[in-house]
């Protein structure tokens, strides 16, 4: 496959203008068509895109190679399993489904079809991950805190998956093994949905992660501590900084509990997280290979969203019928 891939994105909001941007950037896709059904929307990507647009994502068939779907979350679903249905390789924004079942029934149908299924956890795709990654070992404990101030979109769901899901991403990646326990509560502010949380997150190999995500804050800060044998990392996702103490192996053991102990301070170069994500969805259609962040990998991060939202929701039962949690 050598020949321009032929690109569509359905839903031109906030996020979907940036899928657009980036394919008409990529030298290999060509931005062809964008689905929406507001008008306004898409006389918008018209002006500012310069392509056809369309009202139905199904007009898309037949006249496309891939799709980003930037629409809310309660029709990924549909629309995705019209365009999968299709054959057509679909990038779809976090979380892969409003519920697991309907996840699970996408990446089912994309094996069949035997077209490239990625979800949007953008994080993975980040420069920050990316020098993080190389230096982890074996994790022990995981701390990850992500609080922005509020913002009116991404409404129609709680805080759990619109923006604790990347970091819930983000450690199962680091981790490398299966979750099997979540505890966790949370708490509506500005919405009707929990707008902040914090969730315990038990591995099968025995690691913990401490998650936190707020929509509420007064400020953005977006960090990850990780602490294994022998080395802690600090790693700033916002401002690009990443810290790491580690001791030598085998520096002697003394009275003075720094000996051999070294800090590095690293400034990551900035990259954008959405070029690099996009870039690997046109290599894995072209090369036929699996995603970094595939379906299964999305359903496995929803699954576990999905635990802290019931922990959330039997936390709150028992507060609302006194049983006095002391929390």
């Known amino acids: 496959m050598t020949a321009s891939l032929r690109a569509a994105v359905v839903g031109y909001g906030y996020f ?3 899928h657009a941007r980036h394919y008409q950037e990529n030298p290999g896709a060509t931005l062809v068509l964008v689905s929406d059904r507001d008008p ?5 990507a018209a002006e500012e895109r310069g392509v056809e647009t369309v009202a139905d994502h199904r007009d898309l068939i037949g006249r496309v ?3 980003s779907i930037v629409v809310p979350t309660s029709v990924h679903h549909a629309v995705a399993r019209d365009l999968i249905d299709a054959g057509i390789h679909v990038l779809i924004e976090k979380p892969i489904a409003a519920d697991l079942a309907q996840g699970e029934d996408l990446v089912r149908l994309a094996d069949e079809r035997g077209v490239i299924l990625q979800v949007g956890h953008i994080e993975r ?3 920050a991950y990316r020098a993080l990654s190389p230096r982890l070992s074996r994790p022990l404990y995981i701390e990850s805190e992500r609080i922005s101030p509020y913002k009116p979109r991404a409404t129609d769901v709680d805080v759990v998956l619109d923006l604790m899901i990347h970091d819930i991403d983000l450690v199962i990646g680091m981790v490398g093994s299966r979750v099997v326990s979540a505890d966790a509560i949370g708490a509506p502010v500005l919405t009707g949905t929990a707008d902040l949380a914090n969730a315990r997150i038990a591995f099968e190999n025995g690691v913990v992660a401490t ?3 707020s929509r509420v ?3 953005t800060e977006r960090m990850v501590r990780v602490f294994q044998r022998d080395s802690y990392i600090v790693c700033d996702f916002a401002n690009l900084r990443l810290t790491e103490i580690r001791r030598d192996p085998d520096a002697p053991v003394g009275n003075n509990p720094l ?3 070294a800090l ?9 997280s959405l070029a690099n994500e996009i870039a690997e969805f046109l290599s894995c259609i072209r090369e036929k290979r699996r995603p970094v962040v595939d379906g299964r990998v999305g359903c496995e991060a929803l699954r576990v969203a999905n635990m802290i939202k019931e922990s959330m929701a039997e936390r709150r039962r028992l507060i609302e019928h006194g049983a006095g949690l002391g929390v």
């Open 264 to 272: 590095e301070t690293v400034n990551i170069p900035r990259q954008d």
């Open 125 to 127: 795709h980040s420069a």
């Open 16 to 18: 979907g203008r940036f």
């Open 211 to 213: 998650v936190t995500a």
């Open 259 to 261: 000996e051999g102990l």
């Open 40 to 44: 306004a929307r898409r006389a918008a």
């Open 65 to 67: 190679d891939l799709v």
């Open 217 to 219: 804050s007064h400020k």
